[in-house]
């Protein structure tokens, strides 16, 4: 079946434009998470979305950043006012429930900031 | 806080040799290490994983093994073939918590 999809796989935009990430998990999967990774880097958890739950924000960087789910199904990750240290590969994941330890990611969204 | 470490952070081995790379825990409550392997432009992909409640666990060329003592695991991979290379990260999960720490990852070469 599908997998996880993220659209754009690319972007490029200039320093202080918002951008807007978007993320299809696999159909009925209802956890959901937004890494970051830097060059070089691991993967930088971000915020986690299960269910009707409260999402887990712990790891956005900083208040330029928000992310949302709509309908429990595809979920968006923006960043306001970008920088060139938000320049990094975006990665969504999904897991069929919050008890349910394997992860299924995205492709990505290469981010890069000029 | 909780921290996974991971070695070496280059490898490149001989078509047909075998590759290992390590990788240590900080929190002892850590149950799950899955183990994925990213081809270039793509997302990560699980390639094997094991809990905490076995210490080696086997998939045809590729294995893990667990030390629960000395909080490392390890992955292991035979017979390299020219496809295997990648970059590959482990990772660890504790108990009741759904948050994964990752390694820095280890880009593996295998030369033909």
């Known amino acids: 079946g599908a997998g996880v999809s993220q659209s754009p796989s690319n972007k490029v935009t200039e320093k202080g434009k918002d951008v807007e990430l978007r993320c299809d998990p696999i159909s009925g999967h209802t956890a959901l998470y937004w890494y970051r990774q830097s060059l070089g880097q691991g993967l930088e958890f971000l915020i986690y979305?299960?269910?009707?739950?409260?999402?887990?924000k712990s790891g956005l960087p900083s208040d330029r950043f928000s992310a949302e789910r709509t309908g429990g199904s595809v979920s968006t990750l923006t960043i306001q006012r970008t920088q060139q240290e938000d320049s990094a590969v975006y990665l969504c994941?999904?897991?069929?429930?919050?008890?349910?330890?394997?992860?299924?990611f995205g492709p990505g969204t290469r981010l890069t900031v000029t | 806080g909780e921290n996974v470490e991971q070695h070496p952070s280059t490898l490149s081995v001989q078509e047909g040799d075998s590759a290992v790379i390590k990788c240590t825990y900080s929190d002892s409550a850590s149950n799950y290490f899955p183990w994925y392997k990213q081809e270039l432009g793509k997302g990560p992909q699980l390639i094997i994983d094991?809990?905490?409640?076995?210490g080696e666990k086997k998939d045809q060329r590729i294995a893990v093994t667990l030390n629960k003592t000395a909080k490392h695991f390890s992955l292991h991979i035979t017979e390299t073939q020219p496809e295997d290379s990648a970059v590959y990260f482990c990772a660890a999960r504790t108990s009741g918590t759904y948050k994964y720490i990752f390694g820095t990852g280890t880009r593996l070469k295998v030369l033909a």
């Open positions: 094991i809990r905490s409640n076995v």
């Open positions: 979305f299960q269910g009707n739950s409260a999402p887990d």
């Open positions: 994941a999904s897991s069929p429930q919050a008890a349910s330890y394997e992860q299924y």
